[in-house]
Structures are given as structure tokens and as C-alpha cells.
């Protein structure tokens, strides 16, 4: 079966300063890695993915991440965080080797960046 | 194109009540999934379609739920009886098949069971 851990149920960092959201996922094929944010009272929204290729994918409104297999990892950066990044951090993983198409979420992590 | 489209935003039914949510997905996805987001369970999938076709419905709490993909751009979520316990919010989303693999979602449906 397939699944997400994500760690920290809240990170506080401050406006202009690095953020990193931690992710890891447990598969037993190939996995496709999928960030989403959601916004009070809004759908989740999609961020960046990782199917193949590079390990450092780069996203929407300055995200990255980064895919480590040996860690099982795919963490979530931003170099510079804004308050405006206050949200609701979903990581998602797909196993390609199953066939499954549906994600597997984690339980989401709340980013608080304070001015 | 505008989107996955979910109706309606917010419901508030009677214990007992017929609730039926709605999705239009994006035109040309392949596949369509209905989730349910509770504070305690998080995102869960309730079921999958592709090709109008239900693929996996083993996240359907039970019997009350059902869900049908009459066609490529409908589907419906129904809970019939409701009870309190299916208070959350219901997302609809949709993918497609080619190009990009990441799933669309939808405004949600805030659905609350009195």
C-alpha cells in the first residue's frame, strides 16, 4: 500500500526566511510525488510534482522540492518565505508501478509565516 | 476551461435527509475522484472512475454512499440516509490521462449534517 508522512503538524518561520515542509512516502514501485496548498475555504491547488528526471523540481510561486529515494523524502523549500504563503501543505504520492491513479494524501502541515 | 465545477457550495440537511453533490470535471480528464476532507481523517478517497467506469470504490464508507458517472462531464456523490457523522467537506477531481498527471480539484462541497 501506499503512503505519506508528514511529520510537523504546524511550521512557524518568519517572513524573508528559508521554509522547508517535510515529507515521506512508502511505496512499493516507482513514486509519483505531488505537492498541493490549500487556502481557507478553498480546493487544494497544485504545486509542483515529481515523475521522473531531476531530483530538484521547481513549482509555483518559487516552490521546490526535492526527491530523495534513498530518504524516501520529498521535502518542500522556499528560499524566502511570505506571509502569503500561510496555508494548508498537502504532500501526495501516486505508485506508477500499480497502476492506481488515485493519490494517497498526507495529513497536511500548517505554514504559519509571521511578519 | 473553468475548472472542476462542484455544486453545491455548502448544504445543510436534516439527519435523515437524501444529500446529492455534484461535479462537472474538466473537459477531456480521463479520470474523476471524489474525496472527503474531515478534520480527524484528513483527505480520504471515497472512489474513482475512469472512463465513466468506477475503478476503485472501496474508500465508500458504506451503503448510504453512492456515486454514478452517468457521462464524461457529470458525476454525482449521494448519501442516503445522511447522519451527522458524514459532516465535511467533499472535493471532486479530475485528471487526465495524457500530458500532466496531477489531479484538478474542485471549490468543494461543505456539507453539514444536523
Known amino acids: 500500500a501506499q503512503s505519506v508522512a508528514q511529520p510537523e503538524d504546524q511550521v512557524n518561520v518568519a517572513e524573508g526566511n528559508p521554509l522547508t515542509v517535510k515529507c515521506t512516502y512508502s511505496v512499493s514501485g516507482n513514486p509519483y510525488l505531488f505537492w498541493y496548498v490549500q487556502y481557507p475555504n478553498r480546493g487544494l491547488q497544485f504545486l509542483l510534482k515529481y515523475i521522473t528526471g531531476d531530483n530538484l523540481v521547481k513549482g509555483s510561486y518559487g516552490f521546490e522540492a526535492e526527491f530523495n529515494k534513498s530518504q524516501t523524502s520529498f521535502h518542500l523549500k522556499k528560499p524566502s518565505a511570505l506571509v502569503s504563503d500561510s496555508a494548508l501543505y498537502f504532500c501526495?504520492?501516486?505508485?506508477?508501478?500499480?497502476?492506481?491513479?488515485?493519490?494517497?494524501f498526507g495529513s497536511g502541515t500548517r505554514l504559519q509565516v509571521q511578519p | 476551461d473553468a475548472g472542476v465545477i462542484q455544486s453545491p457550495r455548502h448544504e445543510v440537511t436534516e439527519m435523515g435527509q437524501e444529500v446529492t453533490l455534484r461535479c462537472k470535471p474538466i473537459?477531456?480528464?480521463?479520470?474523476l475522484f471524489w474525496y472527503r476532507q474531515t478534520m480527524m481523517r484528513g483527505l480520504e478517497l471515497l472512489i474513482y472512475f475512469n472512463n465513466n467506469v468506477p475503478i476503485d470504490d472501496s474508500g465508500m464508507p458504506e451503503d448510504r454512499f453512492s456515486a454514478k458517472m452517468p457521462n464524461a462531464s457529470f458525476s454525482t456523490l449521494k448519501i442516503q440516509p445522511s447522519e451527522p457523522r458524514d459532516s465535511a467537506v467533499y472535493f471532486c477531481?479530475?485528471?487526465?490521462?495524457?500530458?500532466?498527471?496531477?489531479?484538478?480539484f474542485g471549490q468543494g462541497t461543505r456539507l453539514t449534517v444536523v
Open positions: 473537459s477531456g480528464h480521463d479520470y
Open positions: 477531481a479530475s485528471s487526465s490521462n495524457r500530458g500532466s498527471t496531477e489531479a484538478f
Open positions: 501526495a504520492v501516486r505508485d506508477e508501478g500499480r497502476g492506481r491513479r488515485a493519490l494517497t
